[in-house]
């Protein structure tokens, strides 16, 4: 088992910034690539960004893509997103979620955090 918490959401002007923290714990954290997600009111949880197990690979959906970074720190066993440039549309609740292998599907994520809101206003 792998638990996941994320910590950083909150409330931000649009165009302002914020840094999402997924903690792990339970098994070996570099053995597992990581991906956050997003789900707003009334929609699907969707693809943000995902990391290869060493850091090396990321991945971003294209509505975030220069915007948002995603890295982690294996000595820490934390992944992180940095979110520049928000807009009111990225308000939603974001997940951590781990996976053997990197994807951005969202059936192949085997563990998940509990979500961290994060709200954009205009």
């Known amino acids: 088992q792998v638990q996941l918490v994320e910590s950083g959401g909150g409330l931000v002007q649009a165009g302002g910034s914020l840094r999402l923290s997924c903690a792990a714990s339970g098994r070996t954290f570099s053995n597992y690539a990581m991906g956050w997600f997003r789900q707003a009111p009334g929609k699907e949880r969707e693809f943000v960004a995902a990391?290869?197990?060493?850091?090396?690979?990321?991945y971003y959906a294209d509505s975030v893509k220069g915007r948002f970074t995603i890295s982690r720190d294996n000595a820490k066993n934390t992944v992180y997103l940095q979110m520049n440039s928000l807009k009111p549309e990225c308000t939603a609740v974001y997940y951590c979620?781990?996976?053997?292998?990197?994807?951005?599907?969202?059936?192949?994520?085997?563990?998940w955090g509990q979500g961290a809101q994060v709200t954009v206003s205009s």
């Open positions: 990391i290869s197990r060493s850091g090396a690979s990321t």
């Open positions: 979620a781990a996976t053997r292998v990197a994807t951005i599907h969202l059936g192949g994520y085997e563990y």
